[in-house]
């Protein structure tokens, strides 16, 4: 019953450096986001997606892509890494078609840009 | 001026203490609320959703008030395992495919101690 998973748990990044971030889940959920964490300010909405193929900024795009091939997949990546990209990333999915629905989060990943 | 906003505590409180947490939005058309719960270095998970006519789970009690735009949670008997940061958390799109875009309050910090 894995749920969301995300992978990598950490990653060490140099200024300048692009990488993906993966968010698999297996709950044929049509809703998946990505949110980043940072002290002092709560989660922020990254990009989200609607289904596959569908894909919209959130609150902090800039300097992220994303796509979405299949229902199950919803990568994360960072064109070229910044310090200002330091946080914890964490992916979520749920059904978006119902009001209270809930989100289920992966175990998120945490990012140093050095 | 924040979406959401909670008192970011921290609480220490002891073991059996009552302890309330509040947040306000700002958006009125928001739609949906929620409290989440993420432990130390976890991702978030879903504690309950908030109805406009309050609703309870055990020793949680959490309370909307569309009116002044209010939401809170109540815990009673606090027990050790109980400590963690409590998010409040709100949809406030007004619907269709907007369910699941979530806003996310700075979360408030409880410690339960013997």
């Known amino acids: 019953n894995a749920g969301v998973t995300q992978t990598p748990k950490f990653q060490v990044l140099k200024t300048g450096q692009s990488m993906t971030l993966q968010c698999a889940q297996d709950?044929?959920?049509?809703?998946m986001s990505w949110y980043r964490q940072d002290p002092g300010m709560g989660l922020r909405l990254i990009h989200y997606?609607?289904?596959?193929?569908?894909?919209d900024q959130g609150e902090v795009p800039n300097g992220y892509n994303v796509s979405r091939s299949t229902t199950e997949d919803f990568p994360l990546r960072l064109l070229s890494a910044a310090p200002s990209q330091t946080s914890v990333y964490f992916c979520?999915?749920?059904?978006?078609?119902?009001?209270?629905?809930?989100?289920?989060f992966g175990q998120g990943t945490r990012l140093t840009v050095v | 001026r924040k979406e959401v906003e909670q008192d970011p505590g921290p609480f220490n409180v002891p073991e059996g203490a009552t302890v309330a947490f509040n947040c306000t939005y700002s958006?009125?058309?928001?739609?949906?609320f929620f409290w989440y719960r993420q432990d130390c270095r976890k991702e978030p998970k879903l504690l309950m959703s908030?109805?406009?006519s309050g609703n309870e789970d055990g020793r949680f009690t959490a309370q909307l008030n569309r009116a002044s735009q209010y939401i809170s949670l109540l815990i009673r008997d606090s027990k050790l395992s109980d400590s963690a940061t409590y998010l409040c958390?709100?949809?406030?799109?007004?619907?269709?495919?907007?369910?699941?875009?979530?806003?996310f309050g700075q979360g408030t910090i409880l410690t339960v101690h013997p």
């Open positions: 997606s609607v289904g596959a193929g569908i894909t």
């Open positions: 979520a999915s749920s059904y978006w078609a119902a009001a209270n629905t809930e989100a289920f």
């Open positions: 709950m044929n959920h049509e809703y």
């Open positions: 908030v109805y406009s």
């Open positions: 958390v709100v949809n406030r799109d007004a619907g269709g495919t907007s369910y699941g875009k979530l806003t």
């Open positions: 958006n009125s058309a928001s739609q949906s």
